[in-house]
T-cell receptor
Framework: EPEVTQTPSHQVTQMGQEVILRCVPI?????FYWYRQILGQKVEFLVS????????KSEIFDDQFSVERPDGSNFTLKIRSTKLEDSAMYFC?????????????FGPGTRLTVL | AQSVTQLGSHVSVSEGALVLLRCNYS??????LFWYVQYPNQGLQLLLK??????LVKGINGFEAEFKKSETSFHLTKPSAHMRDAAEYFC???????????FGTGTRLQVFP
């Protein structure tokens, strides 16, 4: 069964450093998402992306965050200058067709630790 | 605005007992509703979803959920718990015309032998 993959599984960085989290969505999916889960808290929507544009973003997704689909397979989340409160599990998800009954599939997550 | 409330952050049951995890939603339009499971150190796996077809939805691993509009509920049940069901369970909602999921705070299920 096709799956969403994410790399790395764990990233440790110093406060103020830039990080890039990578995702490979399912190949025929057109809509892509990032969510995050701070330890012990609920999963929160960050951003959705379609046709090389952000389609929706949450208030969490400020100017420090950006997303990109640099080629036909990867989908990345960049945090320009990490803060301690950015420590969380970051999940990538994809769906073939948004606004439909299709299922949104999640990757295994990247645990980001900011020291 | 849509929201999901999961009553009970922790639920403990004995192996073989009924599992009932509660979820209530708030939505201005008929919602799509989902249950996801998260095993330790893993990602989110879809258990089942309601997309305005049958109100009783059957999912994987013997789980099912019933959409009750009058009660704005979408509780998850399983007749007989197994040790491998121990995990975190998340209820989520989305509007049919949007694509983001709004998650509840999760319920950690413990299963005792």
């Amino acid at each position: 069964e096709p799956e969403v993959t994410q790399t790395p599984s764990h990233q440790v960085t110093q406060m103020g450093q830039e990080v890039i989290l990578r995702c490979v969505p399912i190949s025929n999916h057109l809509y892509f998402y990032w969510y995050r889960q701070i330890l012990g808290q609920k999963v929160e929507f960050l951003v959705s992306f379609y046709n090389n544009e952000i389609s929706e973003k949450s208030e969490i997704f400020d100017d420090q965050f950006s997303v990109e689909r640099p080629d036909g397979s990867n989908f990345t989340l960049k945090i320009r200058s990490t803060k301690l409160e950015d420590s969380a599990m970051y999940f990538c998800a994809s769906i073939r067709l948004a606004g439909s009954t299709d299922t949104q599939y999640f990757g295994p997550g990247t645990r980001l630790t900011v020291l | 605005a849509q929201s999901v409330t999961q009553l009970g952050s922790h639920v403990s049951v004995s192996e073989g007992a009924l599992v009932l995890l509660r979820c209530n939603y708030s939505s201005s339009v008929p919602p799509y509703l989902f249950w996801y499971v998260q095993y330790p150190n893993q990602g989110l796996q879809l258990l089942l979803k309601y997309t305005s077809a049958a109100t009783l939805v059957k999912g994987i691993n013997g789980f099912e959920a019933e959409f009750k509009k009058s009660e704005t509920s979408f509780h998850l049940t399983k007749p007989s718990a197994h040790m491998r069901d121990a995990a975190e369970y998340f209820c989520a909602v989305s509007e049919p015309n949007t694509d983001k999921l709004i998650f509840g705070t999760g319920t950690r299920l413990q299963v005792f032998p």
